[in-house]
């Protein structure tokens, strides 16, 4: 978290070359954080994106003309994204992604170790460590719950070191 992952995908959709009507955004419905009916990152950038529940609501989604599809918090889109992703990529429509790849437990968040295998390009982003300021690539829940996934910002979550992470996690696990 806070290492600007929906601020790069915004970056990557700003930065195509694809007509912007061959390309779609989406994010999945339990991320209503911010805008709605729009990709939000935390530093106030935004597009337009649609909110789909789950992963097979890309297909009517899709025009014959599309060619890029971006999906923002790609986590939380379940295990069957990566069937769908890989009928996207048979169909010769490129797909970018952006998600936390590893819960707050350290363990690959959903489908995102099949994700990266089946990537042909792969950008880890690290945020700063909310404690000493060093890189950090680990989330840190700041309430206790047992809940996998418990959407939220600064309120519920920090960004931390091994380290600080493995600090705050000592009696946890």
Known sequence: MFAGKTTRLIGLYNESEIDINDRIAVKPLIDNRYHEGKINSHSGLQMMGHRIGKAEEIYPLILPNTKEI????????????????????????????????????????????????????????????????????FTYRTIDSEDLVLVGHNDLYQARCEAHWNEGMTGRI
């Open 70 to 137: 971006y999906i923002d918090e790609i986590q939380f889109m379940g295990n069957y994204i990566t069937d769908v992703i890989g009928e996207l990529l048979m169909n010769g429509i490129r797909v970018i992604g952006a998600g936390l790849d590893k819960d707050y437990l350290n363990r690959d968040f959903g489908p995102m170790g099949k994700l990266k295998k089946m990537a042909n390009t792969h950008i880890e982003l690290a945020a700063r460590c909310h404690v000493c300021n060093k890189p950090a690539y």
